[in-house]
């Protein structure tokens, strides 16, 4: 692996890093307390091409490549995790679309995908389907000149704020796994209603819904792939987006780690800094180890994704899901211990920390639980 930038590279990676601490960070605390959706931090990484790290140059994209946006991602979540984790799931889903979709798909979705105008959310699992995805229920039945879905899906991030929506279902419930094709809807389709914002533990700056979908008729135009080939589409999305959220949970870390050293340095008790106290040294210093290790996975799957490009088969599924299962249980850990150096104060929502241990604890459950990153890790070591 070749871990060198280039000078372009470097100068994306220096700008992210000045938007995330002086733009960003700032109003993190107002986002999360607000429960809504900042269109405006969504809108500044469009302006400032961040968005179009994935995409090629002939939709508006900079091509910078799947490494260089997963720093990006971590730089962005270190300011503000809400943020980071829209860039994510958007990434996510109009990268779905430049792989699988067709030119006039590509044309339509993805130049204000990437300016950041258009938001896409990624709407796969069901009240009743979270983990086995394979047995979604959401009916697409196939009617003359395109399809009519029923169903639900539940849990969409930024659903009430989404502009086009990248949806998993199935032609028919029988098929199991060959049944399962995804589809491109747009807010506004008559037949689809969006459900009032699920009250969170953390992230108050995105928004989770469902999504209701009643005779919702959708033209064949809109069909994302082949028929039957959608659970593929799926899981080879999800492991770039599980990269995006172990990026998303080490900028996090990195901002807990930030928070509880600068505040150790402050602190007084028993007439020194905490610093000074071997206990809280030896804590930063784990924090900072396992976080350093969570960013090495998520980079090395990163890089790995990069070259992998449209292959399919050479998706780096177990290094994804070791990435994402790490450095998010890894993550908690870190925020936890920011809490503890903090003391009573890190307890308040005065000061910045229990904000991110709040949050961070969802990383673990989304885009996979990491039981289910678990078993992904082990299934490939076995067949290896
Ligand atoms: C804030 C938030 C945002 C989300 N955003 C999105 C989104 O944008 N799009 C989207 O499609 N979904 C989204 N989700 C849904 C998320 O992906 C699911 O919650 C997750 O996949 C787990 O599914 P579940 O909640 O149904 O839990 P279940 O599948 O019911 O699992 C319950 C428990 O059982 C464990 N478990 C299940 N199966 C196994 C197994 N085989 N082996 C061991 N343990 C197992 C799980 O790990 C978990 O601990 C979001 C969820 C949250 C909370």
Same mark, same amino acid.
């Given at each position: 692996m070749?871990?060198s =930038? ?8 220096? !700008?992210?890093?000045q938007?995330?601490?002086?733009q ?17 931090n ?5 302006e ?7 995409f ?6 900079t091509?910078?490549?799947? @490494? ?5 991602v971590?730089?962005?979540?270190r300011? #503000? ?11 996510m889903?109009?990268s ?7 030119k $006039?798909?590509k ?15 990624f709407? !796969?699992?069901?009240? #009743?389907?979270?983990?086995? $995805?394979a047995?979604?229920k ?6 003359s ?6 169903? %639900?899906?539940a ?5 009430l704020?989404?502009d086009q929506?990248v ?13 399962i094709? $995804? ?7 008559k037949?689809?209603?969006?459900g009032?914002n %699920?009250?969170?533990m ?10 209701i979908?009643?005779d919702?008729? !959708?033209?064949?135009e ?13 899981l080879?999305? @999800?492991?770039?987006? +599980?990269?995006g ?9 990195? +901002?807990a &780690?930030?928070e ?16 000074e106290f071997q ?15 969570g960013?090495?996975?998520?980079r090395?799957a990163?890089?790995?994704?990069q ?18 299962c =790490?450095?998010? #249980?890894?993550?908690?850990e870190?925020c ?6 903090f003391?009573g =104060? ?12 709040r =949050?961070?604890?969802?990383?673990? &459950? ?14 490939? @070591?076995?067949?290896?």
């Amino acid at each position: 692996m070749d871990f060198s =930038y280039s000078e372009e590279e470097l100068e994306v990676l220096d !700008l992210v890093r000045q938007v995330a601490d002086e733009q960003l960070a700032p109003n993190l605390a107002a986002i999360d307390e607000s429960g809504e959706f900042s269109r405006g931090n969504f809108k500044l990484l469009g302006e400032l091409g961040i968005l179009g790290a994935l995409f090629p140059e002939e939709y508006g994209g900079t091509d910078l490549g799947f @490494l260089t946006y997963a720093m990006c991602v971590e730089e962005v979540s270190r300011g #503000d995790f809400n943020t980071g984790l829209t860039m994510s799931v958007h990434s996510m889903s109009a990268s779905t679309i430049l792989k699988f979709g067709t030119k $006039s798909q590509k044309e339509k979705y993805l130049p204000g995908a990437i300016a950041g105008t258009n938001l896409l959310a990624f709407a !796969l699992s069901e009240p #009743d389907y979270g983990s086995d $995805s394979a047995s979604i229920k959401c009916h697409a039945k196939k009617v003359s000149g395109g399809y009519l879905l029923n169903g %639900e899906k539940a849990w969409i991030t930024n659903a009430l704020d989404a502009d086009q929506f990248v949806l998993w279902a199935t032609i028919d419930p029988q098929l199991g796994k060959t049944g399962i094709t $995804s589809f491109i809807i747009e807010k506004g389709t008559k037949g689809l209603g969006i459900g009032p914002n %699920e009250h969170k533990m953390g992230g108050g700056g995105t928004t989770t819904s469902s999504l209701i979908l009643t005779d919702c008729f !959708l033209p064949n135009e809109n069909r994302l792939g082949e028929e039957g080939k959608g659970l593929r589409t799926a899981l080879n999305s @999800l492991s770039g987006g +599980r990269i995006g959220i172990a990026a998303n949970a080490t900028g996090v870390s990195q +901002r807990a &780690i930030n928070e509880a050293a600068a505040y150790s340095k402050k602190r007084i008790q028993f007439d020194v800094p905490i610093c000074e106290f071997q206990g809280i040294q030896w804590k930063l210093a784990d924090m900072d180890t396992k976080c350093e290790a969570g960013r090495l996975l998520y980079r090395k799957a990163a890089y790995m994704k990069q070259f992998a490009g449209n292959d399919i088969n050479k998706d780096p599924i177990k290094e994804a899901s070791q990435a994402k299962c =790490y450095a998010t #249980d890894v993550g908690l850990e870190i925020c936890s211990e920011a809490v503890q150096i903090f003391g009573g =104060y890190g307890y308040s929502r005065e000061y910045p920390v229990e904000r991110l241990m709040r =949050y961070i604890k969802v990383t673990q &459950i989304f885009e996979g639980s990491n039981e289910i990153q678990r078993n992904l890790i082990a299934r490939e @070591l076995l067949k290896s």
